[in-house]
């Protein structure tokens, strides 16, 4: 994985489009739990919301290594 990626004239660390599919991923996660109403199973959901965020963004970047 490139360390810097070149948008036009700007480079952006390498990581920037793997925390955005990721932000997306647990934009979608959010909505399914928000419908689902699993939230109230939990104490507090912004903590959740968090902890999920990590998981994806963690299991993405592992992927990578491979």
Do not use: K, N, Q, T
């Amino acid at each position: 994985m490139p360390h810097e990626i070149a948008i036009g004239d700007v480079l952006v660390p390498g990581l920037l489009p793997l925390f955005l599919g990721c932000l997306l991923v647990l934009w979608l996660i959010d909505a399914v739990f928000g419908r689902l109403g699993l939230y109230r199973y939990f104490w507090h959901p912004s903590l959740v919301r968090v902890a999920l965020f990590f998981c994806v963004f963690g299991l993405a970047g592992l992927l990578l290594l491979r």
